[in-house]
């Protein structure tokens, strides 16, 4: 099945840093990827989508400032918290959409867990 | 009211018993069915994906779909420990905005040996 990565896995950052996380399909071109945030026990809250080469999507309620995404490439996207705060400590999952493949739908990076000091 | 309705659990089984799954919906427009699973502090993993009402199988797994009812079902048959996860319905309408994927609140199973 398709393969999409994160990095880091965790990280721990003191309040009023920034931090990057990269999303990366490995072995398929994803001309849209997503990112999620998940606290504990409840399910994925999607934040943005992403394409290609053109400006992210923002849900609503999502401050575009504070959650900057950028996709450079086919096989690449990046997420950067700007001043970190302790409430933005939580469960960041991005996802890839393969449409290329059989099932024409998105697979999900093993996650990057966000803490906030 | 939420677009899609999952029983969060969590639901204890013994091992080797069938694990039996499900969503309910709200929007006819949802075409597109897919079950994942996630294990604690782990992305989820796409398990099944169908677009047609009917059964699907796939191993010990059969996704079923009934538009007319607005259902879904997930059957893990034999289960082990090692399906202890939270189990995830998501649907996407035929022309989804942007591609998106609506999920339900997720399914806590264990199976205990």
């Known amino acids: 099945g398709a393969v999409v990565s994160q990095h880091p896995s965790r990280v721990i950052c003191k309040s009023g840093t920034s931090v990057k996380i990269e999303c990366r399909s490995l072995?398929?071109?994803?001309?849209?990827m997503f990112w999620y945030r998940q606290f504990p026990k409840q399910s994925l809250m999607l934040m943005a989508t992403?394409?290609?080469?053109?400006?992210?999507?923002?849900e609503q309620g999502v401050e575009k400032d504070k959650f900057l995404i950028n996709h450079a490439s086919l096989t690449l996207s990046t997420l950067t918290v700007t001043s970190a705060h302790p409430e933005d400590s939580s469960f960041y999952i991005c996802s890839a959409r393969d449409g290329g493949g059989a099932a024409d739908t998105q697979y999900f990076g093993p996650g990057t867990r966000l803490t906030v000091l | 009211q939420k677009e899609v309705e999952q029983d969060p659990g969590p639901l204890s089984v013994p091992e080797g018993a069938i694990v039996s799954l499900n969503c309910t919906y709200s929007?006819?427009?949802?075409?597109?069915f897919m079950w994942y699973r996630q294990y604690s502090r782990k992305g989820p993993e796409l398990l099944m994906y169908?677009?047609?009402?009917g059964n699907k199988e796939d191993g010990r797994f059969t996704a079923q779909v009934d538009k007319s009812s607005k259902y879904i079902s997930l059957f893990i048959r034999d289960s082990q420990p090692s399906d202890s996860a939270t189990y995830l319905c998501?649907?996407?309408?035929?022309?989804?905005?942007?591609?998106?994927?609506?999920f339900g609140g997720g399914t806590r199973v264990l199976v205990k040996p």
């Open positions: 929007n006819s427009a949802f075409q597109y």
């Open positions: 072995d398929f071109q994803a001309t849209t």
């Open positions: 998501a649907m996407k309408r035929i022309k989804a905005a942007g591609n998106k994927l609506t």
């Open positions: 992403s394409n290609e080469g053109s400006k992210a999507t923002y």
């Open positions: 169908t677009y047609s009402s």
